[in-house]
């Protein structure tokens, strides 16, 4: 009987070896075939955390929403470059804003009078931004740097220590000042395999239950809730009060401050629009968030985020469009959002693009 036990320890003790050591050699792969296993829709990049892969759906040679266009500007050309986050994705390359927007004022001056150049990847704040424009955008010689400005989370998201990396096609927020680098690679004190596993079945999870819900859904209506209430947060008077978010707007607007410092140096035109979130235009969904999680709503100011913003570029001269009455006087007609994704439907990335038209035309020369 003691060597029958004695037999399933030993059994136990190796299968426990072989596994620990399966475990450790799959984490080590995961390490070193990182750049030539992962080809999805981000890769790490050591300045920015990571960028959009180029050339993988649909992108340019800088992982930009668009097609390449010649470094060396044509100085008959007019162009036009716009920074943002994931809003220069929605739509595609076709049905984008700043699609769009080309359109517009190729029917205005003819056929390539204008170039408007896309350049935008999803998850940037302006932090992250002014690195891209330094390392990709300027590369394009503009005239015109525009940047959108997302109300909903550039702020929100802005800590000036978070550095989202993207490791084995998943995103992870570590702390820039911790950062580990070894051979160009990022090395994370977790379990890659863990994280890989997990971050997936999150995100089939949410997607399953969001089409079981309602058709055309991103998130079920719990979790897109949930997003825009932790988002309505930043418009709470009591947190501002207790300056919660102090670090993060001194950070946005150090960004802004750069940007515009950079661009005047040469002598490039500069100009934010602010591009409003969907509670501040769809009172539906914003009394669905009141009401879900019994907020106050006499300690929230739904234009605070603008009124920073706009005070901010007014004491330093930097030209601004507020996209925000417009939103909410359409909004009231039809819908500008997609369903239960924060990002514009085909409507408002119309009505984006006419915004910005009708104020930059007569900088266009």
Known sequence: MNISRNINVKNMIFFLVIFFISIGTLE???IVLDPYLFKGFFQYDRDLGYKVRPYNNHSNQFGFNDGDYPLKKDPK??????LSDSFNWAGGREKNYTAILEN???????????????????????GEQLILLKKYALKYNPDFVFLG???????????????????????IDIDRRKECVVFGYPII???????FVEQKYKIFKELFKA????????????TFLKIEAAKLDFFNLEAHKKHIYDQNV????????????????????FMVGIYPDEFQVNDNLLNQIFAKFNLRRDIYDLDLGQKLLKQYLDSKNISYIDMLNQFRIEGKKESL?????????????????????????????
């Open 337 to 365: 959002y997609l369903l239960r994704n924060t990002h514009w439907n085909d409507a408002g990335n119309n009505l984006a693009a006419n915004i910005i038209f009708q104020n930059t035309l007569n900088f266009v020369k």
């Open 211 to 222: 089409q079981k819900e309602k058709k055309g859904a991103t998130f079920t209506e719990e």
């Open 104 to 126: 517009m004022f190729e029917k205005h001056y003819g056929k390539h009078k204008v170039d408007i150049i896309n350049a935008g990847y999803s998850g940037t704040h302006t």
């Open 77 to 82: 050309i007019y162009r036009i470059v716009i």
């Open 250 to 269: 001194n950070y946005i607007f150090n960004a802004i401050d750069d940007m515009n410092n950079l661009l005047k140096s040469k002598n490039i035109i």
């Open 28 to 30: 080590f792969l995961l």
């Open 189 to 195: 004190p977790k379990s890659r395999l863990f994280l």
């Open 149 to 171: 400005f997302f109300m909903g989370n550039d702020f929100f998201d802005a800590d000036p220590n978070r550095k989202r990396i993207v490791v084995n096609d998943i995103q």
